[in-house]
């Protein structure tokens, strides 16, 4: 069962968790995470202690001098970075007591993260709605356009999340790739592999040993020159069906048949860190949502109106 927060969600924003060491060479709770976020000014992290804005499970605020030791978990609300500007609007293309359904840009993420707090899907719809108790069902990386759903209300929270869970819900992208120099593969086709990620990797690795875990159907929609920043480069406009959900699945997938997605920086080659660039987004849109409704028991589709620039004209 999840761990219940002391905290509220303030101005769209939810509380850290941090677990805190029984024993160690710190004295208080205080000293503990200063040490533990080094990075930032012990005045500032000392003054939230100060101010009673760090608190345990049941809401009481640490002191200075609050004994490490004395509370296992602490909650606090992480400093506002100085956040880059992202281009775009999320597009609500759905609403109701239940869910909420979302155009997400590109360089958009889905929750905060990575240096991105207000500017994060789930922290603009929460301002946007005056609705705390948002949450997403799933997950689209930072670098993905299109559909993404969110739950409006704890009590059917549970329902919808367990259809992502079973693998009920049919998902469908679009990609579109720089056409290879060399043979086409083969259209429609299976990919399947093992892939594997640790937490804080930036990649997915393929294990050709080990049976796979991760099946993507890949069918043709179209060739011929880009329409995009790409003008005249002979392109593949895709449609992908993951039948599984592993960590850049469908970038790792198209990158290992020869078809590596426009614009990414991660496949089939890790690119050096660089800023976003706006006129050239990874061209990957998550096109679909399909399932039934499990309150309602009625079908549903969500369909993104969006489309990427790099497409065949």
């Known amino acids: 069962m999840a761990m219940r927060s002391p905290l509220p969600v303030r101005d769209g924003v939810g509380p850290t968790r941090l677990r805190v060491p029984r024993t160690g060479p710190w004295e208080t709770v205080a000293d503990y995470v200063v040490g533990r976020f080094a990075h930032i000014d012990p005045a500032i992290l000392?003054?939230?202690?100060?101010?009673?804005?760090?608190?345990?499970?049941?809401?009481?605020?640490?002191?200075?001098?609050?004994?490490?030791?004395?509370?296992?978990?602490?909650?606090?609300?992480?400093?506002?970075?100085?956040?880059?500007?992202?281009?775009?609007?999320?597009?609500?293309?759905?609403?109701?007591?239940?869910?909420?359904?979302?155009?997400?840009?590109?360089?958009?993420?889905?929750?905060?993260?990575?240096?991105?707090?207000?500017?994060?899907?789930?922290?603009?719809?929460?301002?946007?709605?005056?609705?705390?108790?948002?949450?997403?069902?799933?997950?689209?990386?930072?670098?993905?356009?299109?559909?993404?759903?969110?739950?409006?209300?704890?009590?059917?929270?549970?329902?919808?999340?367990?259809?992502?869970?079973?693998?009920?819900?049919?998902?469908?992208?679009?990609?579109?790739?720089?056409?290879?120099?060399?043979?086409?593969?083969e259209l429609p086709a299976v990919v399947r592999s093992h892939l594997t990620s640790t937490r804080g990797s930036l990649r997915a690795v393929e294990d050709r040993e080990r049976e796979p875990n991760s099946e993507t159907v890949v069918e043709l929609l179209g060739t011929g020159p880009s329409a995009g920043a790409h003008a005249g480069l002979p392109v593949v406009h895709t449609l992908l069906r993951p039948r599984t959900g592993r960590m850049h699945q469908l970038r790792a997938h198209l990158a290992s048949i020869g078809l590596g997605i426009l614009n990414d920086r991660f496949y089939p080659v890790l690119e050096d860190e660089s800023p976003d660039d706006p006129a050239r987004p990874l061209q990957l849109l998550a096109r679909e949502l399909r399932f039934t409704d499990p309150v309602s028991g009625a079908p549903r589709c969500f369909r993104t109106t969006l489309t990427l620039q790099e497409r065949p004209g």
């Open 46 to 185: 000392r003054a939230r202690f100060e101010r009673g804005e760090v608190v345990d499970i049941d809401g009481t605020g640490l002191t200075l001098a609050t004994p490490l030791g004395a509370a296992d978990f602490i909650w606090y609300y992480r400093e506002p970075p100085v956040e880059a500007d992202i281009p775009g609007t999320e597009r609500i293309l759905h609403q109701d007591a239940d869910l909420v359904v979302i155009d997400k840009p590109h360089f958009l993420p889905t929750t905060p993260g990575g240096g991105f707090l207000v500017n994060s899907a789930l922290v603009r719809l929460r301002r946007r709605l005056d609705n705390p108790d948002l949450t997403p069902i799933h997950r689209l990386d930072r670098a993905t356009a299109g559909v993404l759903m969110f739950s409006a209300r704890p009590a059917t929270r549970g329902a919808y999340q367990s259809l992502f869970a079973a693998r009920t819900v049919e998902k469908v992208y679009e990609a579109v790739s720089a056409a290879p120099a060399g043979r086409m593969p």
